[in-house]
């Protein structure tokens, strides 16, 4: 084991077996210019939340809450395009509180128009500063979205749809090369429980060494700017990536981990200027660390799974006193079943996770992952959104994580076991699903 400016360093260069396709890649960065006055998404309560909706139509874009006041950092979607013989992999990292699933299926159908589409990956890096009005759930537009407005979502799919387009036209034959290490402590448990220390990098670059994207992983929450804020930005997170962009010359895509029980430690923008400096210096030392990386395989997994139907507690919401029987049915107000998409990046593996996951259960995950690869990540926030995944113990203790978990006290487990089940199959262990 090596060690970096103190903290432990374990690497893998990804290595593809003989005979396998060459590995292409390319990337790009868009930003996304949203209308004036568009609500801000990710804290449902006041300040943030309009006293009285607008019922007479005065706000184009605001419904529940207010508008918003202006751009600290604008909205940007960063794509990675990649290919490995028959398989194509679009990932793409996007300021948004969370994905919402008809977002990915529109845009599979936009790429789909001039020919097969490649498997989507879209990771919202959860900052509670960036757009709303661009969901299409009734639920989430009241708790902390707003009512969907077609010029934002039209904005965003655009953007989402150039960005894809960049990455592929630069495209070129590439490597890879993956590691993790043990990050200064930026942020504390909600839950009073140890967190995930880990931040994780895949560096790409052409054969020729020129960097092409630098993918990092690191759970923790968009929040360093609370509800007061009404400026427009990626928060923490798209300071550390702009920060990695300038230092690598490379296209530095965001991607949450376990986050659900994760808080920043410094707050207001003094606490995003601290946060992304640390982590970016932390992820620019990774990246320097590592090699050329060498050509690596490319594959992917899908598993639909099955969740309990969605449910409100009301005793998690209210408090202990409130019998734990009593919940408050979702209907169809959110799925009853997901897909966990895995995907192998060389000698790493990253998997989906459709919200927030309690940083336990995410460690569950790395663990059994990584008895079949050198490395795996989980990337939160991805492809959906459906609120928090906890388990038992914490979802049994009223609080807010506990509130806004929806699939009772098994649902955190469900996503866990598919999660490694998944990578099971990806590691060749089990069905292509």
Request: charged share 20%; hydrophobic share 45%.
């Amino acid at each position: 084991m090596r060690r970096l400016t103190a903290a432990a360093l374990f690497l893998s260069i990804a290595l593809s077996p003989l005979g396998a396709a060459a590995l292409e890649a390319g990337a790009a960065s868009v930003i996304v210019t949203v209308p004036p006055g568009v609500p801000l998404a990710g804290y449902g309560g006041f300040p943030r939340r309009a006293w009285i909706p607008d019922f007479l139509g005065n706000r184009r874009y605001a419904f529940w809450f207010r508008p918003s006041m202006g751009v600290h950092d604008p909205l940007r979607v960063r794509a990675l395009w990649m290919a490995a013989g028959a398989t194509r992999v679009l990932w793409l990292s996007v300021d948004l509180v969370g994905m919402d699933p008809s977002l990915v299926s529109e845009l599979r159908t936009r790429l789909g128009s001039v020919g097969a589409p490649p498997t989507l990956l879209v990771s919202a890096s959860h900052t509670h500063s960036g757009p709303g009005a661009y969901g299409d759930s009734a639920l989430f537009a009241f708790l902390a979205l707003d009512r969907q407005a077609p010029d934002v979502r039209t904005r965003l799919l655009e953007g989402m749809e150039a960005a894809a387009h960049e990455a592929e036209r630069r495209r070129v034959q590439a490597r890879v090369a993956v590691g993790r290490l043990a990050a200064p402590g930026l942020g504390r448990s909600r839950l009073g429980q140890p967190l995930d220390p880990e931040l994780g990098l895949l560096k790409v670059t052409s054969v020729d060494g020129r960097p092409i994207a630098l993918v990092w992983n690191y759970a923790v929450h968009g929040t360093a700017l609370g509800r007061s804020n009404l400026l427009l930005s990626g928060d923490l997170m798209a300071e550390a990536s702009a920060r990695l962009e300038r230092a690598t010359g490379s296209t530095a895509l965001f991607v949450n981990g376990a986050a659900g029980d994760v808080s920043p430690l410094r707050h207001g923008w003094p606490g995003v200027e601290w946060a992304g400096s640390t982590l970016a210096e932390a992820a620019l030392a990774l990246w320097r660390s590592l090699g050329p990386g060498r050509d690596g395989p490319l594959d992917v997994r899908l598993l639909s799974v099955s969740l309990p139907k969605p449910t409100l507690s009301v005793r998690n919401c209210s408090g202990g006193w409130v019998p734990a029987a009593l919940h408050v049915g979702l209907g169809r107000a959110l799925s009853s079943s997901v897909e966990l998409l895995a995907v192998r990046i060389g000698d790493s593996a990253w998997v989906t996770v459709p919200g927030e996951l309690q940083t336990r259960l995410g460690l569950d995950i790395k663990a059994a992952g990584r008895r079949r690869f050198a490395e795996v990540f989980v990337a939160g926030y991805s492809n959906d959104y459906l609120g928090y995944f906890l388990t038992r113990e914490a979802y049994g203790r009223p609080s807010y994580i506990a509130c806004g978990s929806l699939y009772g006290e098994r649902g955190g487990e469900i996503v866990r076991d598919a999660a490694v089940d998944v990578l099971e199959r990806l590691a060749g262990q089990g069905p292509r699903g």
